[in-house]
């Protein structure tokens, strides 16, 4: 094991600095210790200082039976995605040109939201369903100082969310907008399916978004047209309105036939006139003469009234033309309204038919066959140099406490 060999190791450092150095500020006589080679180690250790043998000796010793003998071997599956959409623009970088030219771009914010789901309540909520993530990382299979819970004893969904965000890391990279997400677990099996799960619940969120945007833009368009209907038929039930209280049906198309009518009488009296007159100055005393007077008054007649009808009358189409013109444009309006609608609701139905956003996997997850935590040398080192700081720091702190008080 690692353990013995750091420890005998530090155990057969020469002491002899230490104590030289301790002489003039702890004002403590240095410890004699022989040059013979058959001192033992006993003798070596009465040599120590206390001071260094708490803040150094001791600390390194436990982190190094700790590493050594009892830390559990921790497995870190990695995968890598990127949240990317057809519709939005594109970002700078490699990557981003890479995407770009295959007709899509990485969508950045959509990412954020993402991994800020990848990290929250609700994924600790769907990954822990039979409390498998609590099974997972409490019992027999992670040392005293890893495993859920701590010493705390905090069993509730807090604690285990805190726990959570230990061993779950989500990193995005700005630069590539791709996400990197490492899952820790004392098993390579566990890791794995908390890797794959959690990529999973992303891929589902991002459908989510995708239906919610979907229902949002069919639903204004949908709306959209039931209004334009709705104006539509309002249109229509006014005009037809209108024409059963005016009697009318369509002013412009009336007046034609009554103008036309009008054109035709005033030929014919026309022609009247024209017969009344030969017989007039060739033979003053036919009888057709009183004829054709009564029949050019009878005309002269019919064309005041189908004048009348058409402008100057109160009833006359010409006073009903504006409000009928005014509800036929009313009408047109929202007809064409209505087909911009439909038109639009139908742009709506084929853009929805796209999926707008993706999540594309990189790297899918990896399945470890090697332990990558803790780092046990590095960790005997970390404690190791931290305690020989506390130890000078304590000791000119006392050094200085001394010289003040003498």
């Known amino acids: 094991m690692r353990a013995p060999g750091i420890f005998i190791c530090m155990l057969n450092c020469d002491f002899t600095l230490w104590n030289k150095a301790l002489e003039k500020t702890q004002h403590l006589p240095a410890q004699p210790i022989g040059n013979k080679e058959s001192q033992g180690i006993l003798a070596r250790w009465k040599g120590v200082n206390r001071l260094c043998l708490l803040t150094v000796i001791f600390p390194t010793v436990i982190a190094t039976l700790y590493y050594g003998l009892f830390a559990s071997d921790v497995y870190v599956s990695e995968s890598r995605f990127v949240v990317r959409s057809p519709q939005k623009e594109t970002q700078t970088g490699f990557f981003s040109s890479l995407l770009d030219s295959t007709g899509f771009s990485s969508s950045q914010d959509d990412t954020y939201a993402v991994n800020d789901y990848m990290t929250s309540r609700d ?66 099996q566990d890791a794995w399916r908390i890797n794959v799960r959690l990529l999973e619940l992303a891929e589902q969120l991002v459908n989510r978004m995708n239906d919610r945007a979907r229902q949002d833009t069919l639903k204004v368009a949908r709306d959209e047209v039931a209004r334009a209907e709705n104006r539509v038929k309002d249109a229509s039930v006014a005009l037809s309105g209108y024409r059963n209280d005016q009697n009318v049906f369509d002013p412009d198309k009336q007046s034609a036939l009554k103008l036309q009518q009008v054109a035709t009488l005033q030929q014919a009296l026309i022609e009247t006139k024209t017969q009344l007159a030969q017989l007039q100055s060739v033979a003053p005393d036919n009888p057709q003469i009183p004829v054709l007077r009564t029949r050019m008054t009878a005309l002269q007649s019919e064309i005041a009234n189908a004048a009348g009808t058409v402008v100057g009358d109160k009833s006359s189409l010409a006073r009903k033309a504006p409000g009928y013109e005014r509800l036929m444009l009313e009408r047109e309006f929202a007809e064409k309204q209505l087909a911009s609608a439909m038109a639009s609701l139908e742009s709506a139905r084929t853009q929805v038919q796209k999926q707008q956003l993706y999540l594309e996997r990189i790297a899918a997850p990896g399945l470890p066959d090697q332990a990558l935590l803790p780092k046990r040398l590095r960790g005997v080192i970390t404690v190791l140099i931290a305690g020989l700081v506390a130890w000078g720091s304590l000791s000119l702190l006392i050094s200085s406490v001394r010289e003040h008080k003498s």
Not at 141 to 168: C, I, M, N, T, W
Not at 174 to 187: C, E, G, P, Q, R
């Open 123 to 188: 994924a600790l909520a769907a990954l822990n369903k039979s409390d498998y993530f609590a099974k997972a990382y409490s019992g027999t299979h992670g040392d005293v100082l890893s495993r859920f819970p701590a010493f705390d004893f905090d069993r509730s969904f807090e604690g285990l969310y805190k726990y959570y965000g230990k061993q779950v890391d989500v990193q995005l990279d700005s630069t590539t907008s791709i996400t990197s997400l490492k899952v820790n677990a004392f098993t390579a």
